[in-house]
């Protein structure tokens, strides 16, 4: 069984800059990814980034891409994403995820991830 934990959210003013950290522990395979998800209120959970193992990087699309940033600390179980000046549409409960999967290559599609984490809120205000 894996376990991820979000860490980070908050709320945050308009232009700011936020770092969000996902921990997973458990089940431990050679080769896994990761990515994050949010789901902004009425809407249904989006995918936003993806990383591999080894760190090679998905976003969903050049807009995000351009805002966001996934990342790896020196311990490959904490996973981390940056988003630079955040907007009101940022809104959003940011939930971290992991698979396994060995033609996994960048989707961001719900049924490639097997274990999510429980989220953490990010509010912007203005």
């Known amino acids: 069984q894996v376990r991820l934990v979000e860490s980070g959210g908050g709320e945050v003013q308009v232009g700011g800059s936020l770092t969000l950290t996902c921990a997973r522990s458990g089940e431990m395979y050679f080769d896994y990814y990761m990515g994050w998800f949010r789901e902004r209120p009425g809407k249904e959970r989006e995918g936003v980034a993806g990383?591999?193992?080894?760190?090679?990087?998905?976003y969903e699309d050049a807009a995000v891409k351009e805002r966001f940033t996934i990342f790896k600390g020196n311990d490959k179980n904490i996973l981390y994403l940056r988003i630079d000046n955040l907007k009101p549409e940022d809104t959003a409960l940011y939930v971290c995820a992991s698979g396994g999967s060995s033609r996994w290559e960048g989707s961001l599609s719900l049924p490639w991830f097997n274990y999510w984490g429980q989220g953490t809120r990010v509010t912007v205000s203005s």
């Open positions: 990383i591999t193992s080894d760190g090679k990087t998905f």
